[in-house]
């Protein structure tokens, strides 16, 4: 099963409290709702796609309770087709602490995680989607776990709270399969990880 993570940011990267002011204000973080205004028609009907594609949803504990709020139990949430893809597909949670899962076809991912996670992937066919999840993610591709990233960047500049990659970490070279852009300049990115980047070796002489 490939493992793909779908992440929206801002241009700076940032990550968190997209979908509205009180999402999460962990850190203080007080620029929640900046993606909604900039979520159009186009975008929706891309991760509507994405969502319905997926053959199971892997998510770490936060976003995994904040969609099990909405998503999982508010009803006009459960009846859109995003929804639906949520509530009917099996979901993974990674988490050695979390044990009381209340959202149906959840499965908690404990003790070795790396290892479930891993068996996850050797299943033949099929797609095991990550949306959020900014902690998940980056232990992921630490793990070198990550077979695609989906990255949905909004052109807006936040300039504060979480984001997608840390200021330090390993690095990875990435081909670009697939991109487009949204009427509101929404731009849609599809990168698969190749391994370690290639970096000059020398610094090129100037031309005389």
Same mark, same amino acid.
């Given at each position: 099963?490939r493992?793909?993570?779908i992440?929206?940011v801002s ?5 968190q409290g ?8 962990r850190?203080?973080?007080e ?5 909604? &205004?900039? +979520?159009?028609?186009?975008a929706?009907?891309f991760?509507?796609q994405a ?5 199971? +949803? ?5 976003t995994?309770?904040? *969609?099990a709020?909405?998503?999982?139990a508010?009803?006009?949430m ?11 597909k099996p979901?993974?949670?990674a988490?050695?602490? *979390? ?5 149906e076809?959840?499965t ?10 891993g068996?996850?992937k050797?299943?033949?066919a099929?797609?095991?989607?990550v ?9 992921? *591709?630490d793990?070198q776990l ?8 909004? &052109? ?12 330090t970490? &390993?690095?990875t070279?990435?081909?670009l399969?697939?991109s487009?852009?949204?009427?509101s300049?929404v731009t849609?990115?599809v ?5 370690r ?6 610094? &090129?002489?100037?031309?005389?």
């Amino acid at each position: 099963m490939r493992l793909t993570t779908i992440t929206h940011v801002s241009v700076d990267g940032v990550m968190q409290g997209l979908g509205g002011a009180d999402e999460d204000r962990r850190g203080g973080f007080e620029r929640g709702g900046w993606a909604l &205004p900039l +979520f159009d028609n186009e975008a929706t009907t891309f991760l509507t796609q994405a969502l319905q594609r997926a053959d199971a +949803f892997l998510f770490g504990r936060w976003t995994y309770e904040t *969609f099990a709020r909405s998503w999982g139990a508010i009803e006009e949430m459960r009846q859109s087709p995003i929804g639906g893809a949520l509530n009917s597909k099996p979901k993974y949670v990674a988490s050695t602490t *979390f044990t009381d899962p209340r959202w149906e076809n959840t499965t908690v991912l404990s003790g070795d995680v790396a290892a479930a996670i891993g068996e996850l992937k050797a299943k033949p066919a099929g797609e095991l989607q990550v949306h959020g999840s900014g902690s998940l993610v980056r232990w992921l *591709f630490d793990n070198q776990l990550v077979d695609e990233i989906t990255l949905l960047t909004y &052109p807006v500049v936040i300039g504060q709270g979480t984001r997608l990659f840390p200021d330090t970490g &390993p690095d990875t070279a990435l081909d670009l399969v697939d991109s487009r852009g949204t009427p509101s300049g929404v731009t849609i990115q599809v990168y698969r990880p190749t391994g370690r980047p290639q970096y000059a070796s020398a610094t &090129p002489t100037p031309s005389t």
